[in-house]
């Protein structure tokens, strides 16, 4: 048999065995797992085994590392932005031209933490030099996106997310990887029907620890009007006001979730054991959800009071003949 025939033999068993294993083995791997070619009978087709891979165009990629135990990586985020600066003749009822805006919007601060970790981080522009720079916040900011698989707000949807994304683009950002994103208000709107869907009525209406905190020294636009002055007691009241409303935020929705979230946070956990939403494990049997086509146990968290079923053909109760008769009768 000719060199060239005895390499294409060989190489047709490396990749009949990787096709088995699920990768393409390294020369120890070939050698104690399944390989019909001695390490002498390789050596003589390619001189190493690694040469012939190289030759098939293929890298040994050895056997896929068992994945890291994690738990889904679920960031909560506030914003505040600086006003614009407008021209304008008048108060009441005034239509802005885009060639009266004298300084465009950016950002002024942020706060953030992980769902359930105990710091928060906020960053502002109180140090920089010039106010309007906001790459340094933007920078943190999509960082910390980026590594989320959930994002929380409140109603982030309409503002939160849209200001960050507006801001990365302009100062050339690239796109940020995709994540889920879970609106408090969103939340509160589609299940209930509350006095206020705002973040201040609802941490008081659900009691939870951190209520969203009134501006104390400096109400309403004064806080912005002295902040964009350089006023540090008004930047420390900012401070204060951007981290109690990412806390207070983190309390709505830990009240909010059993009702439902609409993700699957077991898709973002290593391990194959069903979870809550609250992370989990201990379910109460209940009773049995009922659909035309399927009987599946329904059971409670024991943690949180979230409602779950068993979904899946293994797992349907219903009888045979049950499914029948609940199909739409024929005419004759």
């Known amino acids: 048999m000719s060199k060239k025939a005895l390499a294409k033999k060989v190489m047709d068993d490396i990749a009949r065995l990787a096709r088995e294993i699920g990768y393409i083995p390294n020369e120890e791997q070939y050698l104690t797992g399944g390989g019909a070619f001695s390490k002498d009978t390789i050596d003589l087709a390619f001189s190493s085994y690694n040469m012939g891979l190289r030759a098939a165009g293929l890298k040994p990629a050895g056997a896929p590392e068992k994945e890291e135990k994690r738990e ?3 960031l909560l985020f506030d914003l505040e932005t ?31 933490k992980w769902l359930g970790k105990p710091a928060v981080y906020y960053s502002d522009q109180s140090k920089e030099p010039d106010i309007t720079d906001d790459k340094r916040l933007l920078k943190m900011l999509w960082h910390l996106l980026d590594e989320a698989d959930v994002v929380i ?3 982030g949807r ?28 969103v939340l509160a709107k589609r299940r209930f029907r509350f006095t206020s869907n705002k973040l201040e009525y609802l941490a008081k209406a ?24 350089g006023n540090q007691e008004a930047w420390a009241e900012m401070k204060a006001y951007c981290m109690a409303d990412t806390l207070a935020l983190e309390g709505v929705y830990e009240k909010l979730a059993p009702w439902g979230i609409g993700v ?11 979870r809550c939403q609250c992370g989990s ?8 959800e009922r659909t035309p086509t399927g009987k599946h146990l329904r059971l409670i968290c024991k943690k949180c009071g979230a409602w779950h079923y068993q979904s899946g053909a293994d797992n349907n109760y219903m009888s045979g003949p049950k499914k029948a008769s609940m199909k739409t009768p024929k005419g004759e």
């Open 72 to 74: 889904p990586k679920i």
């Open 281 to 288: 494990l201990e379910f109460e049997k209940k009773d049995f």
């Open 82 to 112: 600086a006003p614009l600066r407008v021209f304008t003749f008048g108060l009441f009822d005034q239509n802005i031209g885009l060639n009266q805006i004298d300084r465009d919007w950016f950002l002024l601060a942020f706060s953030a």
């Open 264 to 274: 699957n946070l077991n898709a973002y956990h290593s391990e194959n054991e069903y």
């Open 158 to 185: 309409s503002f939160d997310e849209k200001v960050a994304n507006a801001r990365f683009i302009i100062a050339g950002f690239p796109p940020i990887r995709k994540y889920k994103h879970i609106d408090t208000k």
């Open 206 to 229: 659900l009691d939870v620890p951190v209520k969203k905190m009134s501006h104390k020294k400096f109400p309403g636009f004064e806080l912005w009007a002295e902040v964009m002055k």
């Open 153 to 155: 707000t409140q109603n």
